[in-house]
């Protein structure tokens, strides 16, 4: 019993690991892609200041 | 904090020297045009930039003016002004636009490693006093002279000495010195020369006069009659003549500066490379061998070994967690869900592995930028521009660079028909369905992977056509494409693009392939009513069985294909993990026949592009009706193109 219930458990957490992996990179990557990477530093301009967000949007500043 | 700016020609090795001294990696390229953007890095404390190549200050494309606008108006330290040292004359054109702007320039001979195998010797000393600005000899890509190139950034910031100007014939020299008279001159903005202001004035130069006020009727009179008397004197126009003045400065200094030993005529692999009948049979045979490697030899390898690994790991992993009395949604979820799925993706690493190195390695070596000059003639009777190959090299890797380095091509309606042309070459992400498809339906037959580029290119020519009498657009840009070297593919360029690739793909099947298994699996095992049902009955097939009677005549009409196809808008790869996942793949050929295979690898070959793609062109286009044009075009295409392709296929197989 200890066992099956311990197993599930154990599943049930790696899978949510996984998943909550999976969506943290994919936030990142977003945020990265987008703007939300040079926001914060104003001494950037735009199109392009190296940031990835720049090459993607012209808008980011 | 002190700026400075490194421009030169393209392909002159501006970003290797940039990362070399930022420590960044940015993309590096054996061919003009790759850097498109600007970017900054820090080097001991002084900003660097790097900026895209450009031949003049005259500019025609997008990223020639951000390379001009930055030099004008944001007014860099220092100018670094990097030239390749084999081709020292045409460099110099440039450095002669530059000395008129009136800051100072440094004057960087890279690639001298190559010098002496050309037979060149350039005698720097002389080569500084004729130009007035210091000038230093390295080799970014080895890494040779950078500690002379730091201590001449350092002297030539605390300097600040303005070059010497290029000086033109008499008869130019005194109509500039006149016009230099005119009050208006005193109206440009500060820290612009007014040499160079009166140069702009005699070419007509839009981007300064539009930055101008009006010109007074009296001062526009005297500027027409000047340029009047420059073209009886010369008999071409002003513009012209400016040019040809610039040239006559660059080949007297060149003369000066440089000796060049006679070269004994060595083989030269571009006589077949791009010669007339050689060049296509022999491309053909690079890339079928790229595939043979790749997805023949490496993929029918390594697909079975892999294939059998994670089945094992499932159905192993099935009975230990059954025994543990593990819940079927859970123990589902993890093996029917996340194993089956980003497994089937997993099974393809080694061979697209295989096929990015030995792609790169044809990038850095210079071959494919002989491709493009072969395709330079075909793809202007297209109306594209010979640049848009480019596009299509970085689209074998995937189409969001791709389409981003349009941006080169100088020409709207061509750069928008490259945009649109890009997503028919297949990137890596397809390349796994692609896979798929033929280790279960034509097995051994590995020819068909260069086929599925040829009908790629075939698509783009049609396309091309189409737009092309539609719009009759004249294309008058006089671009000539140059090839670059051949070279020894550098280890870390081929190592950092490899890497980044193959990164790339398996981080995808970390992240969306994995997200888009586990809502697959459950929604392909339960129906409305959250009941566990059988996969037909769930409700992922409810909803597939809308669609999927579109794509009867396709001979994929069933409701996987079409919600893999729904979930190939995320990433293409997750088309393989979706059929693995609702029907697994050992099933495929109880849903396909060879002939619906290749009417699906076609679709998915030539309908829109995924999400990620699909924002990009937005961005390019600006516009979202183009962008909608161009979705609808592309899949109605791939709808029809699939339909021949099963009707032929019917017949032939
Ligand atoms: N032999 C040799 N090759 C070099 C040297 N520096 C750069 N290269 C090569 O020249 C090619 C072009 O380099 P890039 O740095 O991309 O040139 P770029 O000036 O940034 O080009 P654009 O961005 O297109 O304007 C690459 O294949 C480099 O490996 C050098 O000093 N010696
Ligand atoms: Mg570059």
Redo the contacts between chains.
């Keep these: 019993m200890i066992?099956?219930i311990l197993?599930?458990i154990v599943?049930?957490l790696?899978?949510i690991l996984?998943?909550w992996?999976?969506?943290h990179?994919?936030r990142k990557?977003r945020k990265e892609?987008g703007c939300g990477s040079c926001k914060k530093n104003s001494a950037?301009s735009c199109?392009?200041?190296?940031c990835k967000g720049?090459?993607?949007?012209n808008k980011c500043h | 904090m002190q700026t400075i700016a490194l421009i030169g020609n393209p392909n002159c090795g501006k970003t290797t020297l940039f990362n070399e001294l930022t420590g960044?990696t940015a993309y590096v390229g054996n061919w003009p045009g790759v850097t498109v953007?600007?970017?900054?890095?820090m080097w001991n404390n002084i900003k660097v930039l790097d900026l895209p190549g450009v031949y003049s200050l005259s500019p025609y494309s997008p990223e020639e003016k951000?390379s001009r606008r930055y030099i004008l108006d944001e007014q860099p330290d220092l100018i670094v002004d990097v030239i390749d040292a084999t081709n020292l004359e045409r460099s110099l054109y440039l450095t002669s636009q530059l000395a008129e702007l009136g800051r100072s320039v440094l004057l960087v001979l890279n690639m001298q490693d190559l010098l002496e195998r050309e037979g060149i010797v350039i005698d720097t000393k002389r080569l500084s006093l004729m130009t007035g600005c210091p000038v230093v000899s390295i080799s970014a890509s080895k890494g040779i002279g950078l500690e002379s190139f730091k201590k001449e950034v350092e002297h030539a910031l605390k300097e600040n000495k303005a070059p010497a100007c290029p000086l033109f014939s008499n008869y130019v020299e005194n109509l500039l010195t006149t016009i230099i008279e005119d009050d208006y001159l005193h109206l440009i903005p500060s820290g612009r020369p007014q040499r160079w202001a009166a140069i702009k004035l005699l070419e007509e130069d839009e981007l300064f006069l539009s930055s101008m006020p009006p010109i007074p009727e009296a001062f526009a009179e005297f500027l027409h009659q000047a340029k009047t008397n420059l073209r009886l004197h010369f008999e071409d126009d002003p513009e012209a003549i400016i040019i040809d003045q610039r040239y006559k400065v660059a080949e007297h200094i060149a003369k000066h500066c440089q000796t060049k030993k006679f070269q004994k005529k060595r083989f030269n692999f571009d006589t077949i490379a791009t010669s007339r009948f050689g060049a296509i049979p022999l491309f053909i045979a690079i890339m079928g061998a790229v595939f043979y490697l790749s997805i023949g030899l490496v993929g029918g390898y390594t697909t079975g070994i892999l294939e059998n690994f994670f089945a094992y790991l499932g159905s192993n992993l099935s009975i230990l967690?059954d025994s543990?009395?593990?819940?079927p949604l859970?123990?589902g979820?993890?093996i029917d869900g996340?194993i089956a799925g980003v497994g089937s993706v997993l099974t393809f690493v080694p061979q697209l592995f295989v096929l990015f190195l030995l792609l790169s390695i044809l990038e850095d070596c210079g071959y494919m930028a002989r491709i493009a000059f072969i395709m330079d003639r075909l793809m202007r009777t297209i109306g594209l521009s010979g640049k848009s190959i480019i596009p299509m090299v970085i689209g074998t890797g995937c189409s969001v660079p791709a389409i981003?380095s349009s941006r080169t091509i100088e020409h709207q309606k061509q750069r928008e028909l490259t945009v649109l042309v890009t997503p028919f070459i297949p990137c890596g992400a397809k390349m796994p369905v692609f896979a798929l498809m033929l280790t279960y339906f034509f097995p051994g037959k590995w020819y068909i992977a260069p086929l599925i580029y040829v009908l790629g290119i075939l698509a783009v020519i049609i396309t091309g056509l189409l737009a092309r009498a539609i719009d009759k657009h004249k294309e008058k840009n006089a671009f000539i494409l140059e090839l670059p070297r051949y070279q020894l593919p550098s280890a870390k360029n081929v190592y950092l693009q490899t890497r980044e690739r193959t990164l790339g793909f398996v981080?995808k099947a970390?992240?969306?392939i994995?997200?888009s298994s586990?809502i697959i699996y459950l929604l392909s095992s339960y129906n409305f009513t959250l009941q566990s049902v059988d996969s037909d009955d769930s409700m992922l097939a409810i909803f597939g069985k809308f669609i999927s009677p579109v794509f009867i005549p396709l001979g994929f009409g069933f409701w996987q294909a079409s919600v893999a196809l729904l979930t190939g808008i995320a990433a293409k790869e997750s088309i393989v993990s979706t059929l693995s996942v609702t029907m697994g793949t050992q099933a495929l050929s109880s849903f396909f026949d060879p002939a619906s295979a290749l009417s699906y690898m076609t679709f998915i070959l030539l309908s829109s592009p995924c999400i990620?793609a699909i924002?990009?062109m937005a961005?390019e286009f600006g516009n979202r009706k183009k962008l909608l044009y161009a979705l609808i075009w592309q899949t109605g295409f791939a709808y029809l193109t699939a339909l021949l392709i099963r009707m032929l296929a019917m017949l032939i197989l």
């Design positions: 066992v099956m197993s599930n599943v049930a790696l899978i996984m998943l992996y999976a969506v990179t994919i990557q892609d950037h199109p392009s200041s190296g720049c090459s993607y949007s | 960044i953007e600007k970017k900054e890095g951000l967690l543990l009395g593990v819940f859970l123990s979820i993890l996340i981003m981080a970390g992240t969306i994995l997200l586990v990620a924002s990009a961005k």
